[in-house]
Each structure stands twice: as C-alpha cells, then as structure tokens.
C-alpha cells in the first residue's frame, strides 16, 4: 500500500461506510445520487425523484438485522433501488447481492399481503358481499391470482473496492435475466451492475462523459486537496460542498475519523496478507526446487552408474570374445555403444 493511501485529503473517502452516506445517503445530497443513477441508467431509465426508505424496518428477525443494504431507494414511478459501497472482497458476495436482490422482491408481495391483512382487521363486523373476496386473503379469484404477483423493477448497484474473482476481468458487469441461448432478456423486472474500481484506469484527459468523470472523482477524491479545473459541471461542485472535510457536523467528523481508521487498518491488514502470502509461495517454492534438484541428482546418478555398469560387463564379455550379438543380449547396449569400447 502506497503513503498515497494513508494521506488525509480535504474530501471525504467514499469507500468508508460514513464517507459514502455522506456523499449519496443524505437528504441533502439526493441529487447528486440521482445524477449517478442516471448515468448508470442512461438509455434505460431516467430517474425524476426518489425517496430514501427505512433499511432498519426491512429485518425480519435478530439474525436478520445486520443485514442492511447501504442505500436503498423507491423512484417516484416505483422502481425499488439498491446502492452499496463494498469496500473489501469477502466469500460469497455474489450470493449475498442476489440474496439482497431476492428479498427486495420478495417483500412487494409481502407488503401486498399485509396491507390486506391490515384493512381486513378495520371493516365492521357486516362487510359488504364484495369485500369477501379479497384476493390476498381467501381463495383468488382466476383474474386476480396473477395480480398479486405483479412486481416493479429492482435495481442493484453495488460499487466494488476490489477484484471480485467470480465477475470478468473488468470495470462494469451488467446482469439481467435472459434466455442463455440467445442473449433475449426475459424479465426486465431484476436488474444488477457491478462496478469494480480496480479496472478503471482512465486519467482525468480520458474521460470525455459525465457518467466517466464521476467515477473517476470517486475513485480518486479522498487524495485531493481541491477539485480538479476540467471538473467544471455543477455537480462537482455540488459534490465539493457535500464531501468537504472541514464542512462535517463535529458528529460526523468524529464517525468519519473513526471510519477511516477502519478502512486503514483494513487496508494494512490486507496488503501485510498479500505479502506474507507472496513470501510463503517464495519460499515454498525454493524448497520444492531444491528437493526436486536433490532427487533429480540422485535419479541422473543412479542412470549414469548403471550404464557405466553395463559398459563394465560389455569390456569383459568382449575381452572374452563374445560376439556383438551375444554382448547385446546381456547388456542392453546397441551395436554402436560395444564397438566403441
């Protein structure tokens, strides 16, 4: 890890947990989000407004409760939406989104259910005829049954600090649900994008759109003292006011200080393993040479000594006056080998 690393800009770092709430997951900063997310989108959807739901109320259970999206959004047209900032890799983190885009799905017909459950509890004891048949309650009536099962559209974003081994070797993966034949999308309702930063390697001159230019202020803002002059559109300077260092509550300042400790020694503690792997591989690997250079010796001198053993007995079959053919036989030599004893 470089000392560029471990400097302290005048921007907060968005991959710790406190920097990236502070740049997308604030009121204040809604915009900003939603500039992001249509960039990502672009072609695809655009996104007018969009409102920040409660993370906390979606866990069923204690065992539940740690697991929490980092953003999570409802566009004004219903579009649910699913923003995280994974700072490290761990094991199955595939599973883990597709388990965070699962159950975000899965609550739409839940919600459904329990919104009926609610309004079943308030009608009077002699509801009229027509509201017997609920169809999130009692047997669906054949027009109903597949309504309940009408979804909108999730929408998974997760940001990547790290090459994630199980996605290609490179910056953005788009996911959809399509036939694997020919590539036809078939449900446009579940909708994934991976963002490894390792693979983004344009500088500041290569970055001709919006949608490059903020991923590249993402990538590189926690070493900057100032944003850069060809950084001219409004949301920079928007971004520039939000992630200021020197402009967090004393609240947030001493959240962010923490954060960043964190995402230090994580850092160190990452690159001390990568080392420590890479000289165990090392000197595993001179060990094995040198075993494999004393048994190959050993084979080669094993060989060497048994024919110049066969050549012994070739000499004296011959001072014998044996023929070629017989010396041959016995010692395995070719017609060559005997003539040039």
Request: negative net charge.
């Amino acid at each position: 890890m470089s000392n560029k690393d471990l400097t302290c800009g005048h921007f907060v770092n968005p991959f710790t947990d406190i920097g990236f709430k502070i740049i997308f997951g604030q009121p204040a900063s809604k915009e900003l989000l939603i500039t992001l997310l249509n960039e990502l989108l672009a072609g695809e959807h655009q996104i007018e407004n969009l409102t920040f739901l409660d993370k906390e109320n979606h866990s069923d259970n204690l065992d539940d409760a740690g697991i929490i999206y980092d953003l999570y959004c409802l566009t004004t047209t219903g579009e649910y939406i699913i923003v995280e900032m994974q700072n490290r890799f761990h094991s199955n983190f595939l599973d883990r989104t597709l388990f965070y885009m699962c159950r975000a799905i899965g609550r739409q017909v839940e919600n459904i259910r329990e919104k009926r459950k609610k309004e079943r509890e308030l009608r009077t004891e002699n509801p009229a005829p027509e509201e017997e048949d609920d169809f999130m309650l009692n047997e669906a009536k054949a027009d109903y049954y597949g309504a309940r099962y009408k979804l909108s559209t999730v929408y998974g974003i997760f940001l990547m600090n790290f090459r994630e081994p199980e996605l290609e070797a490179k910056f953005r993966t788009d996911t959809v649900i399509a036939d694997r034949e020919s590539g036809k999308q078939v449900n446009p309702h579940f909708r994934q994008i991976f963002l490894q930063f390792p693979y983004f390697t344009k500088e500041l001159n290569d970055c001709e759109t919006l949608y490059d230019k903020l991923i590249y202020t993402l990538k590189n803002m926690q070493h900057w003292n100032r944003m850069p002059e060809a950084l001219k559109e409004q949301v920079f300077n928007r971004l520039e006011e939000l992630a200021a260092v020197a402009n967090l509550s004393l609240e947030d300042r001493i959240a962010y200080d923490k954060a960043l400790d964190r995402y230090r020694v994580s850092r160190i503690v990452e690159e001390d393993a990568r080392e420590a792997g890479w000289k165990q591989g090392l000197e595993e690997g001179r060990a094995e040479g040198h075993a494999e250079g004393r048994v190959e010796g050993r084979a080669e001198g094993r060989a060497e000594g048994r024919a110049e053993e066969r050549k012994s007995i070739a000499r004296n079959l011959k001072s014998l006056h044996f023929t070629t053919e017989q010396i041959m036989q016995a010692t395995g030599l070719s017609e060559a080998e005997i003539e040039a004893l």
